[in-house]
């Protein structure tokens, strides 16, 4: 049924709770796990004086966040794995990603951005449900977790 998953991840605990999901979608249909970090090309608009710097920074934040992934993946005897960083508007970046890899579903975690954030930026996740041309699984957070 499905032959690659994507799983975007910014280290957060809703990504990694919809990464466990993604790597058991991944094993019922021996399929290809893909997991995306996108740094929002916005940063350098707020950091005018040293934009690489914080997209360095953020870019390495980003492969910490992938190999957690990858190392979770592996221990559960995931086969093919792929890791990217990108750069973008994260819900459009996730949408090319998913085009131009032929991605068959998306696995994303409902928590990510809260409060002033999500109200002035959006929902990435409401974004992509809304646009996407493949099926989105969403993943709440477990009530351990929002304890």
Do not use: C, W
């Not at 919809?18 to 790597?23: F, K, S, V």
């Not at 592996?74 to 131009?100: C, F, K, M, S, W």
């Not at 002033?116 to 009530?143: F, N, Q």
């Amino acid at each position: 049924m499905y032959d690659a998953v994507l799983v975007p991840t910014d280290g957060s605990e809703g990504s990694r709770e919809a990464a466990t999901h993604a790597i058991d979608h991944a094993n019922r249909y021996d399929a290809a796990l893909h997991v995306l970090y996108v740094v929002d090309a916005r940063i350098g608009v707020v950091h005018e004086t040293t934009p690489e710097l914080v997209f360095e920074e953020l870019e390495a934040q980003g492969e910490r966040a992938i190999e957690a992934v990858h190392a979770q993946a592996r221990a559960a005897g995931v086969e093919t794995i792929e890791g990217v960083v990108a750069r973008g508007d994260p819900h459009r970046a996730i949408l090319d990603y998913t085009a131009a890899e032929d991605i068959d579903l998306i696995v994303m975690g409902t928590h990510g951005r809260t409060g002033l954030d999500h109200y002035l930026i959006g929902s990435v996740t409401e974004k992509v449900v809304r646009l996407s041309d493949v099926p989105v699984l969403t993943v709440p957070l477990s009530a351990e977790a929002t304890d």
